[in-house]
Nanobody, 124 residues
Framework: HVQLVESGGGLVQAGGSLRLSCAASGRTFGNYAMGWFRRAPGKEREFVAAIAANGGSTYYADSVKGRFTISRDNAKNTVYLQMDSLKPEDTSVYYC?????????????????WGQGTQVTVSS
């Protein structure tokens, strides 16, 4: 079983930056692809970004491409989401996810483990 704990959310003005972190338990973190999803009030959950187990490949939703960067430190069992040029429409609860195989996916049902989420609010 893998536990995921997100941190780093908060309130920021439009154009600002935040870095989310997700700490994972377990000794097999390096075997898991990781992802970030988000859900805004009244909207469905949507894919944000994913990274392969070895960190060699990343994938982004079009809405965040060029503004967000996903990375990981397998020695620290941690995945990050650097969010720059934030917009009010980025306001959501952001969830860290883990997939029990090394390859990325943008499909939520392919991820076995989920964190509790961290709120990001971008004011205009």
């Amino acid at each position: 079983h893998v536990q995921l704990v997100e941190s780093g959310g908060g309130l920021v003005q439009a154009g600002g930056s935040l870095r989310l972190s997700c700490a994972a338990s377990g000794r097999t973190f390096g075997n898991y692809a990781m992802g970030w999803f988000r859900r805004a009030p009244g909207k469905e959950r949507e894919f944000v970004a994913a990274i392969a187990a070895n960190g060699g490949s990343t994938y982004y939703a079009d809405s965040v491409k060029g503004r967000f960067t996903i990375s990981r430190d397998n020695a620290k069992n941690t995945v990050y989401l650097q969010m720059d040029s934030l917009k009010p429409e980025d306001t959501s609860v952001y969830y860290c996810t883990a997939r029990t195989i090394p390859t990325m996916s943008s499909t939520a049902s392919n991820y076995a483990y989920w964190g509790q989420g961290t709120q990001v609010t971008v004011s205009s």
